[in-house]
C-alpha cells in the first residue's frame, strides 16, 4: 500500500485487545478492547464494539459502547442504540436520537478560546447585578 492513510483495516466481534492501539487511514473495530486508541484517522465502532479506555482521533463513528473520553480532531458521531460513558471533545458532533450518553461535551469548531469576562455589551440580570444583594449572599 503506498498511500496509508487510505488503507481500511478490520477487527471483527472476535477480537479481543488489552493494550494501546494505533493505526493510520481507517479502522472498523467490532471487538473488544481494554487500553487506548489514538490514531490520526477514522475510527468506525461497530454494534458490537466495546471500549474501556479513552480514544483520540481525527474522526470516529460510534454504533457500540465506549467507557472513556472521545476526544477527535474533526467529527464525532454517534449512532442511535450506541452508549457512551466519558467526556467527549470534537469541533463537529451529530448525536441520533437513542443514543445513551452520560458525561460532559465540548463542541467547538472555530477552536474559539473560552472568554474568562462577559462580552460588552451584555449584561447580568437585573436581580443579580445589584451590589447589595452579593453581600447579603456573603453574609448568609
Known amino acids: ?32 478492547l481494554e487500553g487506548e486508541i489514538a490514531a490520526e484517522g477514522t475510527l ?3 454494534d458490537s464494539a466495546v471500549v474501556n479506555g479513552n480514544i483520540n482521533v481525527n474522526t470516529v463513528v460510534v454504533r457500540g459502547k465506549i ?14 442504540k450506541a452508549e457512551v460513558f466519558g467526556d467527549i471533545r470534537a469541533a463537529k458532533l451529530v448525536i441520533e436520537e437513542g443514543v445513551t450518553f452520560v ?24 436581580d ?3 451590589a447589595g444583594d452579593s453581600a ?3 453574609s448568609i
Open 128 to 130: 443579580l447585578a445589584k
Open 1 to 32: 500500500m503506498s498511500n496509508t492513510s487510505s488503507a481500511k483495516n478490520v477487527l471483527t466481534s472476535d477480537v479481543e485487545i488489552k493494550g494501546n492501539l494505533k493505526f493510520s487511514g481507517e479502522l472498523t473495530f467490532e471487538g473488544k
Open 67 to 80: 467507557n472513556g473520553n472521545v476526544v477527535a480532531k474533526e467529527k464525532i458521531e454517534i449512532k442511535s
Open 103 to 126: 458525561g460532559k461535551t465540548e463542541v467547538n469548531p472555530n477552536k474559539v478560546a473560552p472568554s474568562s469576562a462577559p462580552r460588552a455589551g451584555s449584561s447580568a440580570p437585573p
Open 44 to 46: 468506525n465502532l461497530g
Open 136 to 138: 447579603k449572599l456573603r
